[in-house]
């Protein structure tokens, strides 16, 4: 693991111009990065980021992009990845194994376009990298990132102070974005913190500005009395030693008493939840969950079957852990709610099953779980799924594949997953495994199977056409109920005599042959399959 300091001097450094890489450079410490190209005019740190071969119009401004495998791209390639970060204003690039004769293509690139370039040492791997960068940033990164898991225990932090204060709380980042924010029945709130929830950030003013001000100048609680309609606050910095990391903002129904001071069960819940806040902010910058969108490219080319070198260091699979792909069919939704789904998904996910990925293919939301077996996921899904019911008003269907450890792809556990999705949709299952529904399973290989030939029943025929729905059934029904007519009446709400009349008028019409055990096993696994598509 590698040490680091972070000095009161960078966290005092102008918000716009990002962190400096010579900062960088000095506070990873001693033989971590090597300057291998220093550009005439260095563009500051906003970011780190994964260099995506698949993505076209891949955000550079600012960043400082991780090439993990710069020996397989072409000269070419790599001339015009650089004029890309050129013209982007790119932070530069990092890259491994670029001082010897295998990097010279990049050092030669690097140079003809002015771009940035630093070796990284073996001793730090990409993700470590990537984490220790992002938290050096602090409050110089274009924004804070926040995954699943943390926003989710941010929520619970806010409720916490909502319950002590009795009005509505709002956790910032250092840029004012709103990462969480109380939902307590009855809380008191005000037209600002309405507006800012909507918005997810907090609303620019000159009254905000002054606050703002006066809350990062203090070490402890700033309280605030109401002023232009809004109502009277308390607010504590974030901080990771010096630097600044955001903020919490309580509304305070009783806080227009400024000379009363802040009872001890307030004042002790308000710093208490900062603290944590801080704790959560500060492990949130990226150290888990990565560029999200190279890792959503990443899952869906291992789901695909095409995966790149790379991949399963972007997602942390690692070989030692046994992996479950979930599918979860929402029959055809729009193209919002399915990316409402994806987003609860991935919430829920990555609270109970770390390191899970969500994204969404060919129309369902597909996610890689961590785990040695289904049953904990079952679980946890059935609590999800009456939350996925609500967001969009469709009941969705979760099919799983067998916990296994990974290989090259996942492509064969995704195509098992969406047909046992399917085939819990059928029946009306809210969550399967592929033991659940073998025999649909089984049913839909044999659907596939036939499809690639001519083969069918001349009765099969006969009954598949326009106007046999009703002779179709009843057959079906006859063949599944082992030929009991009360059975089948009861099922298709006749009476028994009318089922066997059907049957009689059937096997005369279409010269059916009911003795013919293999004959009759065919003509319902056809009409089955029918039934199916």
């Known amino acids: 693991m590698v040490a680091l300091s972070i000095s009161r001097t960078s966290a005092l450094l102008p918000i716009s111009n ?38 076209d119009d891949q955000q550079f401004t600012g960043q400082l992009v991780m090439l993990t495998a710069h020996t397989e791209l072409s000269p070419e390639r790599l001339d015009v990845l650089c004029e890309q970060l050129r013209r982007a204003q790119a932070s530069g690039i990092v890259a491994r194994s670029a001082q010897g004769p295998e990097g010279a293509r ?82 008191a709130i005000d037209s600002l913190r309405a507006n800012g929830i909507l918005t997810r950030r907090t609303p620019d003013g000159p009254l905000n500005e002054i606050r703002y001000r006066q809350v990062f100048a203090t070490d402890g609680i700033s309280r605030f009395p109401t002023e232009n309609q809004f109502a009277p606050r308390a607010a504590l910095p974030l901080r990771a030693g010096n630097i600044p990391l955001g903020s919490i903002w309580v509304i305070d129904p009783h806080g227009d008493e400024l000379g009363t ?176 529904v073998q025999p649909q399973l089984i049913l839909r290989e044999c659907a596939d199977a036939l499809r690639a030939t001519d083969l069918e029943l001349p009765e099969a025929t006969l009954l598949l056409a326009e106007g046999e729905a009703e002779t179709r059934a009843t057959l079906l029904a006859w063949l599944e109920e082992r030929g009991s007519a009360p059975r089948v009446a009861e099922r298709l709400n006749v009476h028994e005599q009318t089922v066997r009349y059907r049957i009689r008028q059937a096997t005369n019409r279409l010269g059916i042959d009911l003795d013919d055990p293999d004959r009759m096993l065919t003509l319902w696994l056809q009409l089955k399959l029918a039934e199916m598509r």
């Open 18 to 55: 990002g962190l400096p890489v010579q900062s960088l450079i000095e506070q990873m410490g001693r033989g971590v990065l090597t300057v291998l190209h220093a550009p005439q005019r260095p563009a500051a740190l906003l970011g780190v980021t994964y260099y995506d071969t698949d993505i």
């Open 106 to 187: 990049l050092i030669a690139a690097c140079a003809q376009h002015d771009v940035q370039l630093l070796g990284l040492t073996s001793a730090v791997g990409w993700r470590e990298f990537d984490a220790l960068v992002s938290r050096l940033l602090g409050e110089h990164g274009a924004g804070l990132q926040l995954g699943t898991n943390s926003g989710d225990r941010l929520f619970s932090l806010a409720n916490s102070v909502a319950q002590a204060f009795g009005g509505s709380v709002a956790i910032e980042d250092h840029r004012r974005n709103i990462l969480a924010y109380s939902a307590l029945p009855g809380q």
């Open 261 to 436: 001071p802040l009872s001890a069960e307030k004042r002790e819940v308000l710093e208490s939840a900062a603290e944590i806040a801080a704790g959560y902010i500060v492990d949130a910058w990226r150290f888990d969950h990565g560029d999200e969108r190279s890792k959503e490219t990443a899952l869906r080319r291992l789901l695909a079957g095409t995966p790149h070198e790379n991949d399963t260091t972007v997602l942390g699979v690692r070989p030692d852990k046994n992996y479950v792909v979930l599918a979860i069919d929402s029959g055809a939704v729009l193209e919002g709610d399915l990316s409402e789904i994806r987003t609860a998904a991935s919430r829920h996910l990555s609270v109970y099953f770390p390191g899970s990925i969500c994204t969404v293919l060919e129309g369902k939301v597909v996610a890689l779980v961590p785990s040695s077996a289904t049953d904990p996921i079952t679980r946890s899904l059935e609590r999800l799924l009456p939350e996925l019911f609500r967001l969009t008003g469709s009941a969705c269907y979760c099919g799983l594949s067998v916990p296994r450890r990974p290989s090259t792809s996942f492509s064969e556990d995704y195509e098992r997953s969406v047909r046992v999705a399917e085939c819990a949709s059928s029946l009306r299952l809210p969550v399967a495994t592929p033991d659940d």
